[in-house]
C-alpha cells in the first residue's frame, strides 16, 4: 500500500479491505450476502463494516455531468450555499443526458438488487465507488 496511514486503526488489513470493496462494487451482492461470503471464507466481518468501508474509502464526487437544463445551476448554488457540495463543478453539455443515462446502466443494473439506498450519504459513496469500478474495468 502507498499510504499505510490510510489503513491504521483498522482491524482488518489492507488487503482484506480492498479486497471486500472490490467484490462489492463489481458485482450485484448486498451487505449481508457479502457478510455471509465472507464468513464461509472465515472472516466473520458484520455487514455495517462492508457498509463503513466504503463510505471510507471510496472516491469523493467531484464534477457533475448534466445537459443544459437552467434548473442546474441555481440547484448547485443552493447546495453549495448550505455546505452541501463545497468543491464541486458543474459540466453541462446539451444532449448529455443521454450519454450519462447509458454510462449509468450498469449502476442501475447493480442498485436494483441491493433494493436502493436508504440514504444520501450511503448512495452517494456506493454509486461513486461502482463508477470509479468501472472507469478501473474501462481501462483495462
Known amino acids: 500500500m502507498r499510504n499505510p496511514e490510510l489503513f491504521k486503526w483498522r482491524h482488518c488489513g489492507s ?20 457478510k455471509k461470503m465472507l464468513a464461509k471464507h472465515g472472516l466473520p466481518i458484520v455487514h455495517a463494516t462492508n457498509m463503513h468501508w466504503v463510505h ?6 467531484r464534477v457533475i455531468d ?17 455546505n452541501q457540495l463545497k468543491q464541486t463543478q458543474l459540466w453541462q ?24 439506498f436508504q440514504t444520501l450519504y450511503t448512495a452517494r459513496y456506493t454509486i461513486v465507488g461502482y463508477e470509479a469500478m468501472n472507469i478501473f474495468l474501462k481501462a483495462n
Not at 488487503?15 to 457479502?34: E, G, K, S
Not at 448534466?66 to 448550505?82: G, I, M, Q, R, S
Not at 448529455?96 to 449502476?107: G, K, S, T
Open 15 to 34: 488487503t482484506i479491505i480492498l479486497w471486500c470493496l472490490r467484490w462489492y462494487l463489481q458485482t450485484a451482492f448486498t451487505y449481508r450476502q457479502m
Open 56 to 61: 471510507r474509502y471510496v472516491l469523493h464526487l
Open 66 to 82: 448534466v445537459n443544459k437544463h437552467a434548473f442546474y445551476p441555481a440547484a448547485l448554488t443552493l447546495l453549495k450555499a448550505v
Open 93 to 116: 453539455v446539451r444532449y448529455l443526458n443521454n450519454v450519462v443515462e447509458a454510462d449509468h446502466r450498469f449502476v442501475k443494473r447493480k442498485t436494483h438488487f441491493k433494493q436502493w
